[in-house]
């Protein structure tokens, strides 16, 4: 009689008992506490009497089979060590009915284990002397817990927790991990906070341009999706896909101009360096052969402001994008799509600012046939700053709006945090004043929904008040 299920320990100490008196197989019938006091009686196996020697991946395999629901495992796997005993070869003969069973049933466990670690979901009950407590529900499809158990322990060091099965929970607490009886899903909190992150994560790596719904289904099977916070994420991402990838489609980047280095040689020759610069037009001329950081050699060309020169308001973004670097202007991508719509909300008309960038070239990395956007660095802002300069001079605007961390570098000089700096207007000096915000590709970034809309109704709100400060 096994008083407990899914128990290696104590199965393992009958069989030993059981193989030490040489007593064959159909002559032990073994029961679950659960099924009741056998039909025989019986007598209780004998104590183990001498060791038998096995090999050690039966053994593993025996603890995890034995986890099976199935109540024919511990039988089938005491007929195994049997003939294992007396075949040291039995292992390795996969067509024997005895082993093909035992390795599917390894296997089935194994997968069993493996959507255990990937699917439990803590839920946060509280903090107690700064220790923080979490529990999580889970309906594993065999007696699992003791052979996941120790997974979230090394996972989960730092803090205290329970798992909570139908057929026995596992706690974690004061660094101590005990076992005690099943329980009920009401046990554990519906939801909570760290539920969001899990759909943002969700979220965030999901790729449309993958969607493998067979796949998807193999991995996260439907039975686990009820209590996975993510999961009603599922249907809006699927039905969405193919709209998001229509627009990677849209939105991916293309080779650089074959013909660039000829036309970089014949500007560079005709237009040398020159302080002589009085327009936007020189301007533009002027940075076409501009070589005082590396970006110009991977560069299709360099990318100037755009704008009236009579500007009271420049924009300044990064540097010119995979779009920007083809068509030569600020803002013609996915990035200035976003800026287009936000500014138009805003209530401000574009053609009437001043667009321009921190960095003059496209920085990029080369992968395959795309060029994936670098961010510039320190130094290539600092660099190019004489040209952001240049034009500040030549428009001499009276609010300059920085969008993201590079830009405001490129105008400060210095890497001040958005964050601090955002909602308020700063003095530039000489009558000129600043606005602070993000950069509008970060709003592309976002995966979450609820996120982006949040980020992108502030990034509004701060281009309205720079259209309330121009009036
Ligand atoms: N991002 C920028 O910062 N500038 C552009 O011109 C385009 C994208």
């Keep these: 009689m096994l008083a407990r299920p899914g128990d290696f320990a104590e199965w393992r100490d009958a069989a030993r008992g059981l193989l030490a008196n040489q007593i064959a197989p159909e002559n032990v019938s073994w029961r679950g506490a659960d099924k009741g006091a056998s039909l025989f009686g019986g007598d209780a196996p004998p104590a183990p009497d001498g060791t038998v020697s096995l090999p050690r991946e039966l053994l593993a395999m025996a603890d995890r089979a034995i986890c099976h629901r199935d109540a024919g495992v511990p039988a089938r796997l005491y007929r195994i060590v049997w003939r294992a005993a007396r075949d040291r070869q039995l292992l390795a003969r996969t067509t024997d009915p005895d082993i093909d069973w035992l390795r599917k049933t390894d296997k089935a466990i194994r997968r069993d284990i493996h959507k255990m670690h990937a699917f439990v979901r803590f839920r946060r009950l509280g903090e107690d002397a700064g220790r923080e407590s979490f529990a999580a529900w889970f309906e594993p499809s065999h007696r699992i817990l003791r052979l996941t158990a120790p997974f979230f322990q090394r996972r989960f060091y730092g803090m205290d927790w329970a798992i909570v099965t ?25 939801s909570d906070v760290v539920e969001d992150q899990w759909r943002t994560y969700y979220g965030a790596i999901f790729n449309p341009a993958r969607v493998k719904i067979a796949a998807m289904r193999a991995e996260m099977p439907k039975k686990y999706w009820k209590n996975l916070p993510e999961a009603q994420d599922i249907a809006p991402l699927l039905a969405g896909a193919g709209a998001r990838v229509e627009r990677m489609r849209e939105t991916a980047v293309s080779l650089a101009n074959p013909q660039t280095d000829k036309w970089r040689t014949r500007v560079s020759d005709e237009l040398a360096l020159t302080d ?5 037009d020189d301007l533009a001329r002027a940075v076409g052969g501009c070589t005082r950081c590396p970006l110009h050699c991977n560069a299709t060309q360099a990318v100037v402001g755009e704008g009236p020169a009579a500007a009271r308001i420049m924009l300044v973004g990064e540097q010119p994008g995979d779009r920007e670097d083809l068509e030569g202007r600020p803002f013609v991508g996915p990035a200035g799509q976003v800026l287009n719509e936000a500014l138009v909300e805003a209530g401000l008309d574009r053609t009437r600012l001043f667009l321009t960038n921190a960095v003059k070239h496209f920085k990029f990395e080369p992968r395959g046939k795309r060029r994936l956007h670098q961010n510039p660095t320190a130094g290539e802002i600092d660099i190019c700053r004489w040209w952001l300069d240049k034009e500040r001079a030549l428009v001499q605007p ?3 709006v920085t969008l993201g961390g590079s830009a405001l570098r490129g105008v400060t000089g210095k890497s001040a ?21 993000i950069h509008p590709s970060f709003l592309l970034r976002l995966p979450d929904r609820v ?21």
């Excluded at 139908?166 to 009920?184: K, N, S, V």
């Excluded at 002589?276 to 936007?280: A, E, K, M, R």
């Design 166 to 190: 139908p057929d026995a929970r596992a706690i974690w607490a004061d660094e101590t991990l005990t076992y005690g009886p099943g329980g009920t899903k009401d046990e554990v909190p519906g």
């Design 276 to 280: 002589d610069i009085d327009t936007l």
């Design 398 to 400: 009276d609010l300059i």
């Design 417 to 437: 945090s958005i964050t601090a700096m955002r909602g308020a207007v700063h003095d530039l000096g000489g009558g000129t004043k600043l606005i602070a915000t």
């Design 451 to 471: 996120r982006a809309a949040e980020e992108r109704a502030a990034f509004v709100a701060d281009l309205a008040r720079v259209r309330d400060l121009a009036a």
